[in-house]
């Protein structure tokens, strides 16, 4: 959830007008906190699959599903600077 969440504060930041003060204020504000949040769930799914393999209970394999949302991830991230006034 955390991650489509920030994926739309980053459109809207990209899209909304560059005078717009209120919604500036609102997505400098909510963005870094999704940011922090945003890979809890692949964390806890690492965490689960790390404990199961190494306990012998599964296998885990990667797939290219992995590396298309590792550059989702990357991408996000440098939109997000390129878009963000300094």
Avoid: C
């Avoid at 906190?33 to 806890?44: A, Q, T, Y």
């Avoid at 790390?50 to 590792?70: C, E, H, N, R, V």
């Avoid at 989702?72 to 440098?78: C, D, I, P």
């Amino acid at each position: 959830m955390f991650p489509f969440v920030k994926l739309i504060g980053v459109a809207f930041e990209a899209t909304a007008p560059a005078n717009d003060e209120w919604a500036s204020v609102i997505v400098s504000r909510l963005l870094p906190i999704l940011g922090k949040w945003s890979m809890m769930d692949v964390m806890l799914v690492a965490l689960v699959i790390f404990a199961a393999k190494t306990s012998g209970m599964a296998q885990a394999f990667t797939q290219p599903g992995l590396w298309f949302y590792a550059g989702s991830a990357v991408l996000t991230g440098l939109l997000q600077m390129r878009l963000r006034p300094h």
